[in-house]
């Protein structure tokens, strides 16, 4: 079976083919992020606009590399949220107008699903149920993942996704953006027992991140007067920073774990390529006799293999979509 998806909700256009799930025959993304590079972040007018100039020749693509042609399609599934509405809006009708003149079904995924499913786009998968931290710029969600589209949201941030306070912290450090991975980079350098930021710890398996990243702030600006902002510094700073998210997010999956009987957690979303988080989790699952999944990084950050892989166990189940598919900014799972 080959399934033709689409994953637009955010600042990447991105198109797969998929073929039974979980064999990737192409994963074309197109990242905007030159384009959002100069704001700090992701303009959402802008977003949706270069989604529509390129959408077309991604698609194109990702059937050339593929090796086939729109008639050998069998489905056709798209991100439907949440996100940006003007960015999944040009996903959702290139998605609706390919499976209309097909006549091929539509699958509607949810993109936090879609994260969740990229766990299973290797040999390797996390047997039921199990934790999976969602941790990405736009989300940060601890989801019970008892079987195929079973899922109960134990946790979920109150305020900044993980990504989004990396992000801001390196904006306010003007390391450049998007800050999570210049933060990983530059944190290897420095001491994460440098500066002691508050774990912030809310009721359940919530999170709060907004706090350490003004503690950042707050700290950098009372020093401001004398201190000298070497690399040593930053590096000190930003590794203090990484250490006090890192602790909470690994506590509370290991709680999490732990409390509803699962043998692993399962990492998605762009943090999850953050070096320091994969090894503290492996270590204190160790501890704690769990173990991990990590997708490979392409498959982390938003990339359309994730969201036709999800399709396929909804095809399997003939959960279709029809032509009224709408774009849900905060759809929920
Ligand atoms: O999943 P994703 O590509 O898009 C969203 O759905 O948001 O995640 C992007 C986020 C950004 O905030 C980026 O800074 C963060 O993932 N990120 C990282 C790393 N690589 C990407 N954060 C920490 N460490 C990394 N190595
Ligand atoms: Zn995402």
């Not at 529509?52 to 090796?67: H, M, R, S, T």
């Not at 999570?180 to 290897?188: N, S, V, Y």
């Not at 070096?275 to 270590?283: F, I, K, P, V």
């Amino acid at each position: 079976m080959l399934i033709l998806s689409i994953e637009t909700s955010c600042d990447e256009t991105s198109a797969a083919v998929v073929k039974n799930g979980s064999e990737v025959l192409s994963n074309v993304v197109a990242s905007q992020v030159e384009f959002h590079k100069k704001y700090g972040g992701i303009v959402p007018e802008i977003a949706s606009r270069k989604h529509i100039e390129v959408i077309n020749p991604i698609i194109k693509e990702a059937l050339d590399q593929a090796n086939i042609t729109f008639n050998d399609v069998n489905a056709v599934a798209v991100t439907y949220g949440p996100g940006l509405v003007g960015s999944l809006l040009v996903g959702i009708c290139a998605a609706k107008a390919i499976a209309w003149s097909l006549g091929v079904p539509l699958i509607g995924v949810n993109h936090l699903e879609g994260h969740i499913y990229a766990n299973f786009l290797t040999q390797n998968t996390p047997a039921f149920p199990f934790i999976c931290l969602i941790v990405s710029g736009g989300h940060t969600s601890l989801v019970l993942v008892k079987d195929h589209g079973k899922y109960e949201t134990l946790g979920r941030t109150r305020d900044d996704a993980a990504g989004e306070a990396y992000d801001k912290v390196a904006r306010f450090l003007n390391l450049g953006y998007p800050g999570g991975p210049i933060i990983d980079k530059l944190a290897k350098e420095g001491n994460p027992n440098a500066v002691r930021f508050t774990r912030p710890m809310p009721e359940g398996y919530d999170f709060s991140f907004s706090g350490i990243k003004t503690a950042v702030v707050n700290y950098v600006n009372k020093l401001q007067e004398t201190a000298t902002f070497s690399r040593r510094f930053l590096a000190d700073l930003v590794s203090s920073f990484q250490q006090a998210v890192v602790d909470v997010l690994v506590e509370k999956s290991i709680r999490a774990a732990r409390a509803y009987n699962c043998e692993s957690i399962a990492l998605a979303g762009g943090v999850a390529a953050n070096s320091a988080l994969r090894n503290r989790l492996e270590t204190k699952a160790k501890e704690n006799e769990l173990e991990v999944y990590t997708p490979p990084v392409k498959y982390c950050t938003d990339n359309a293999a994730m969201i036709g892989c999800a399709a396929c166990y909804k095809f399997q189940d003939s959960k279709f979509s029809d032509l009224k598919l709408s774009p849900v900014a905060n759809a929920k799972i």
